[in-house]
């Protein structure tokens, strides 16, 4: 079997849907209008997807207001709250570039999601023509929207987790319900688990584990045949071309994220400094066997936050590489992260949404051609 390539989700939103975004959040047109740009914007993104090569495609998230908030709000500036949030939540990240984004707080019972992926998912099925993936969120993402210290009056802390990973396991079984082939959870949070950022109280928390622990009551209500279509995506995070965590050594989080029995990892790796060392790690710590499904790792082979377009020998090359270390029959390829998680996102490194999504493409048809060059190379085409 060919190497499989897959992406991890989102694209950048066009400038022509971020303005409409805008407008709609200052009440200046309606949710109706907002929706015909949005429409317009899923369109472009699955036609020219599919036009890279790429054997799966998604959407691009267009209709997200982010790849952790969708659930929660219409959009980013928090138009559309769900019911028992508030806007005042917890930092979930403090980049780099000193920029940050903030989670709605929980302020009672019960939780519910107000959107499921699924329901984007249904309008990119009538318009694609290639097979689906749709990434969610992962219910330890979420899990933050409970204040870290203390319980809300009359909703325990314990009831909210019980609610949480019912939402998060409909959330993903309505995407196989609606057709999608595959779904990836969206781990970012777990390398920001180990970096202890004094701005950002959970990050000190030594949270890894019990986010591993809560993850897998989702993940473990799924049959071996159905976990093999189920994904956990890492990465130091990608917003506004910077990132939060990326200072965190692998090998304090990768031995606990191969615990989660999902059946393949969408793994941040082009940008690393040293690859081979996050290979061999990937090498070691992923399992053959995870209650029945092996655990198929997807490289990192594509940086969605530098605009230089890697070229398809350096995609074989590092999958030639990464193929001494993790058997050829469990490695796939993928983009380091989606290449914009959040709605609004100028991509400044690229100059505009619109260049950065001229170079998206450009960058998946790499990753297709090279993915094949390597299958070729590995004898496995
Ligand atoms: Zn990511």
Redesign the pocket.
């Known amino acids: 079997m060919p190497i499989p390539t897959e992406n991890?989700g989102s694209l950048p939103r066009p400038a022509k849907l971020q303005a409409a975004i805008a407008d709609y959040d200052a009440g200046r047109i309606t949710q109706e209008e907002l929706k015909v740009v949005q429409d317009e914007a899923c369109r472009d993104s699955i036609e020219r997807m599919e036009a890279t090569g790429a054997p799966i495609i998604s959407d691009g998230e267009q209709r997200a207001s982010s790849f952790a908030t969708y659930p929660l709000a219409d959009t980013l500036a928090g138009t559309g709250l769900a019911d028992n949030l508030a806007g005042d939540g917890q930092y979930f990240a403090i980049f780099t570039d000193g920029h940050h984004r903030q989670l709605p707080r929980l302020t009672g019972g019960p939780f519910k999601y107000k959107t499921y992926a699924a329901d984007y998912l249904k309008e990119a099925v009538k318009i694609a023509h290639k097979p689906l993936k749709q990434a969610v969120i992962a219910p330890s993402m979420l899990s933050l929207l409970y204040p870290l210290d203390g319980e809300i009056e009359g909703y325990s802390r314990e009831q909210f987790l019980k609610d949480l990973v019912n939402e998060c396991e409909k959330d993903i079984r309505q995407c196989f319900e609606a057709g999608a082939e595959r779904v990836s959870i969206?781990f970012?949070e777990g390398r920001l688990a180990c970096k202890n950022d004094p701005r950002n109280p959970w990050t000190g928390r030594k949270m890894l584990d019990s986010f591993v622990e809560l993850n897998n009551r989702v993940i473990d209500r799924f049959s071996p045949e159905e976990r093999k279509n189920i994904g956990i995506?890492t990465?130091p995070?990608?917003d506004c071309d910077s990132t939060h965590s990326d200072e965190v050594d692998y090998a304090d989080m990768l031995p606990s994220m191969f615990k989660m029995n999902a059946g393949y990892f969408l793994i941040?790796l082009a940008s690393e400094k040293d690859k081979e060392y996050v290979y061999k790690l990937c090498g070691e710590h992923s399992r053959d066997d995870a209650n029945g499904v092996p655990q198929v790792c997807f490289i990192g082979v594509i940086d969605p936050l530098n605009p230089t377009v890697e070229t398809p020998e350096q995609v074989r090359d590092d999958l030639v590489t990464a193929a001494k270390y993790i058997p050829v029959e469990r490695l796939g390829s993928t983009d380091d992260?989606?290449f914009s998680?959040f709605s609004i996102d100028v991509k400044p490194k690229h100059g505009s949404p619109d260049v950065a999504r001229d170079v998206a493409f450009q960058k998946i048809e790499s990753r297709v051609k090279g993915t094949q060059m390597a299958s070729e190379e590995l004898g496995v085409a």
């Open positions: 991890v969206d970012t995506h990465c995070g990608g941040q992260c989606g998680p």
